[in-house]
């Protein structure tokens, strides 16, 4: 089972970036995804996640209204399109998953999460 975030980089404030998380080795179908990151010095935490099939989506306070999360099973790509960038986005991104028995539930603890990518940084900065 592997995961693989990318699409990181540095970008101006304001700016937009799409994030990939491609997976290899299970049934990707069958698991929720979710989107963590974790600023320098500070605790991971879940910024967005999606359901197996995309009917349900969550999304942290912080990232409401800019970013948006999406699924393409066929792919076993999720993408996290990040619009209005702005300097405490600034963070190495991981995506991770569960898998969901077939449930349209998410997940919103990392603990709860069995499997993780390598991170992708995210800098926003002018």
């Known amino acids: 089972v592997q995961l693989q975030a990318y699409g990181g980089g540095l970008v101006q404030p304001g700016g937009s970036l799409r994030l990939s998380c491609v997976a290899s080795?299970?049934?990707?179908?069958?698991?929720?995804i979710g989107w963590f990151r974790q600023a320098p010095g500070k605790m991971r935490v879940l910024i967005s996640a999606?359901?197996?099939?995309?009917?349900?989506?969550y999304y942290g306070d912080s990232v409401k209204g800019r970013f948006t999360v999406s699924r393409d099973n066929a792919k076993k790509t999720v993408y996290l399109q990040m619009n209005g960038l702005k300097p405490e986005d600034t963070a190495v991104y991981y995506c991770?998953?569960?898998?969901?028995?077939?449930?349209?539930?998410?997940?919103?603890?990392?603990?709860?999460?069995?499997?993780w990518g390598q991170g992708t940084l995210v800098t926003v900065s002018s």
């Open positions: 999606i359901s197996w099939i995309g009917d349900n989506t």
């Open positions: 991770a998953a569960r898998y969901t028995h077939g449930s349209s539930y998410v997940y919103t603890k990392g603990d709860e999460y069995s499997y």
């Open positions: 080795g299970f049934t990707y179908a069958d698991y929720v």
